[in-house]
DNA sequence: AGTTTTTAATTAAACGATTGATTAATTTTT
DNA sequence: AAAAATTAATCAATCGTTTAATTAAAAACT
């Protein structure tokens, strides 16, 4: 691995940890393994590090649901798709995530920008599957389907944001246990997919 | 107002705005219109600023739900307190529950413990009324009572940490609406009421 | 009631430490 | 030999915090 690579792993792992602010470069090329100069030859500055992060994390994410909208199946099997491939990448990776979800509520930061426009394309995506489900009977007729979207994510932040708090809170032991483990995402695939089920079918 | 509260307003906002580590002292004692040195003479430092304000802010909602368990109600009708208390308080004290959720995702933050305690005793008790609602029969027997609550929270929490987002996924032009109308507060409280109505009740 | 004393609140200035970033020299690769 | 990558040292700026001096308020005393 290179050394603007390894700067990219130890910027994903600390600014998810401590947050961008919280983050020092210093800190940062010592988690990397490189000269502190690294960052400013790479990626010119911090702040563009940050920036250059988040959009090349993001972008194989991007349009995944766009391919959903015209697929020849049910609106439910899209959600299911939908849910199943949300839980999916949060799971795999959190830590981008956590920034993610983390960054959407300041309105200054140098990433805002970015997430928003990731974010409100899947969104809008997603609402026009759930319409299509209205037209077509599939689904009660006064569902909110610019809501359910929010719930989904919501519900994923909350178990990945906090694994330790996720884990105590199903009752289990946090050192035999992980939020990560298959079962326990399947439990949550299965669990969103029942709950927005009944909301949105008949 | 004396020096204190206004410290503690402004950093609740500003925090709230650009995290922990992102509002320098000086900003911060700029915003309440005190001298600088007031920080360290009233609480200590600025970490210790951090654990009064969570400490003090979130003293006034705890055991809240508490209270709801030995009602006389039925459980979906404490679930429908529930809701509303928890869409209430957070659309009242926002930048508070900006920072409580986003500090969630930071193991070391120097709030993290505070937070924890304060979410996991709300958590304990909604997961005890919907067992409750099981073992009467009035909810679902299969129902996941452990993931309800942050489902609740988390979609309440997507929709206040970034209003413009919000209000533009809504439709709505961000200059005339606020995602803080009692118009939308009371969209909410209904949406989630039928969201968790329909995946708990038989 | 008026004066003095004591405490509390507030201020400007300065402290050392850390921050993000740059430099110029050196090593490695092409 | 030229270009790219890496290094240690250094830059000014900002950070959180402290100091010592000053003002305001409260308490004590005659």
Redesign the interface.
């Known amino acids: 691995m290179d050394a603007r690579q390894k700067i990219l792993v130890a910027a994903e792992k600390l600014f998810?940890?401590?947050?961008?602010?919280?983050t020092s470069t210093r800190t940062l090329s010592q988690e990397a393994g490189v000269n502190l100069a690294m960052i400013s030859y790479y990626f010119g500055s911090k702040e563009d590090l940050y920036k250059t992060l988040v959009t090349e994390r993001t972008a194989p994410f991007r349009d995944a649901i766009e391919s959903f909208v015209s697929l020849e199946t049910t609106a439910w099997q899209k959600m299911e798709l939908i849910i199943d491939g949300y839980v999916d990448r949060m799971f795999e990776s959190s830590s981008l995530h956590?920034i993610i979800?983390?960054e959407?509520?300041?309105?200054?930061s140098p990433i805002y920008e970015i997430i928003?426009n990731h974010?409100?394309k899947n969104?809008q995506n997603v609402?026009r599957i759930i319409e299509m489900g209205i037209e077509s009977g599939e689904f009660k007729p006064d569902v909110?389907s610019?809501?359910v979207?929010?719930?989904i994510?919501?519900?994923?932040?909350?178990?990945i944001?906090?694994p330790?708090?996720?884990i105590?809170?199903?009752?289990l032991d946090p050192k035999t246990n992980s939020i990560f483990d298959e079962k326990h995402k399947n439990?949550?695939k299965k669990?969103l997919k029942?709950?927005i089920k009944?909301?949105l079918l008949n």
Chains 1, 2 share one sequence.
Do not use: C, W
Request: net charge neutral; aromatic share 8%; hydrophobic share 35%.
């Open positions: 998810a940890e401590h947050g961008f602010e919280g956590k979800y983390r959407l509520s300041m309105d200054n928003v974010i409100s969104m609402r909110e610019q809501l979207m929010p719930t994510t919501g519900t994923i932040v909350q178990v944001k906090s330790t708090l996720s105590s809170l199903l009752g439990h949550l669990y029942s709950l009944s909301y």
